[in-house]
Nanobody, 123 residues
Framework: VQLQASGGGLVQAGGSLRLSCAGSGRTFSSLPVGWFRQAPGKERVFVGIISWNGDNTLYAGSVKGRFTISRDNAKSTVYLQMNILEPEDTATYYC?????????????????WGRGTLVTVSS
């Protein structure tokens, strides 16, 4: 399984961005996919996760109500819609897939990682 995140960029506070995570490999569509972020000098932290079929999602408290994860298995793509962005959301965002059951939130339990995409929110 290979993943590639894209869609990052510079946005003003209060704005929106949508990140995409393109997956490949025949098992991608059967795996839960999570989003994580890492700010400079800080640890990588959980943002949210979606179940393999898209029926279930779980979010970190800091983004709940502002971020939404969805997936289109026909396109092998998972999305992270980010609204009402804050400067504190500035980070490199990563998508990852896990062989563990949904909902898994620990970065160490995700086996497949994509290259990150940088999101910068200006105040």
């Amino acid at each position: 399984v290979q993943l590639q995140a894209s869609g990052g960029g510079l946005v003003q506070a209060g704005g929106s961005l949508r990140l995409s995570c393109a997956g490949s490999g025949r098992t991608f569509s059967s795996l839960p996919v999570g989003w994580f972020r890492q700010a400079p000098g800080k640890e990588r932290v959980f943002v949210g996760i979606i179940s393999w079929n898209g029926d279930n999602t779980l979010y970190a408290g800091s983004v709940k109500g502002r971020f939404t994860i969805s997936r289109d298995n026909a396109k092998s793509t998972v999305y992270l819609q980010m609204n009402i962005l804050e400067p504190e959301d500035t980070a490199t965002y990563y998508c990852a897939a896990t062989l563990r059951l949904y909902p898994e939130t620990r970065p160490t339990q995700f086996q497949y990682w994509g290259r990150g995409t940088l999101v910068t929110v200006s105040s």
